[in-house]
């Protein structure tokens, strides 16, 4: 089985900071990468698919970068409706979540 | 706009079956080009794919929770449901009905407000 593992698993961050999450996968995944946000008791929502599409209505400061085994998120200035905890998932072979990261806000 | 919503009972006793259901509106489960799928989220250990299952009825479920799992789908009811045998309380979980949409590499762009199912007895 493929495993994620993300990092940090939480971080304190300012409004307008530029925050970067990196997930790594345990093999290569080309560019078979999501990421997701959740905020408490609420699904998660798509933003980001194979690894830099951006979601449709999701707005531009999210961006994705990476392929094979090593990927970013990327929030270029930190508002505060992102707080929230963020997950990347492989769809190369089945389906695993990485353990996620808290923002939280500093 | 397509919109899931997952219906069941919120406890289950160890050792028995877990049932749920979603119903799909706004689209059908017949349509080519997605996966209707379940997911669940455990408070510890985080989010894990059980399986899913195509319109045509092909399966595919999670090699840690084959054995127990069952998908199936309901065309007359536009709802697929997701059955669970021998449960223990490391199945309590919230439990979500997702699709996954080949259009964007397969990935889960519409999901359920979740369920949250309590094995205890």
């Known amino acids: 089985a493929i495993e994620m593992t993300q990092s940090p698993s939480s971080l304190s961050a300012s409004v307008g900071d530029r925050v970067t999450i990196t997930c790594r996968a345990s093999?290569?995944?080309?560019?078979?990468l999501c990421w997701y946000q959740q905020k408490p008791g609420r699904a998660p929502k798509l933003l980001i698919f194979?690894?830099?599409n951006l979601q449709s209505g999701v707005p531009s400061r999210f961006s994705g970068s990476g392929s094979g085994t090593d990927f970013t998120l990327t929030i270029s200035s930190l508002q505060p409706e992102d707080f929230a905890t963020y997950y990347c998932l492989q769809n190369y072979n089945y389906f695993t979540f990485g353990g996620g990261t808290k923002v939280e806000i500093k | 706009q397509v919109q899931l919503q997952e219906s069941g009972p919120g406890l289950v006793k160890p050792s028995q079956t877990l049932s749920l259901s979603c119903s799909v509106s706004?689209?059908?489960?017949?349509?080519?080009?997605?996966?209707w799928t379940w997911i669940r989220q455990h408070p510890a250990t985080g989010l894990e794919w059980i399986g899913h299952i195509y319109y045509s009825g092909n399966t595919y479920y999670s090699p840690s929770l084959k054995s127990r799992v069952t998908i199936s789908q309901d065309t007359s009811k536009n709802q697929f449901s997701l059955e669970m045998t021998s449960v223990t309380a490391a199945d309590t979980a919230v439990y979500y009905c997702?699709?996954?949409?080949?259009?964007?590499?397969?990935?889960?762009?519409?999901w359920g407000h979740g369920t949250l199912v309590t094995v205890s007895s």
């Open positions: 997702v699709r996954s949409n080949a259009d964007l590499s397969n990935a889960f762009d519409i």
């Open positions: 194979a690894a830099s």
């Open positions: 093999q290569g995944i080309r560019k078979d």
């Open positions: 706004g689209g059908s489960v017949t349509s080519g080009g997605y996966y």
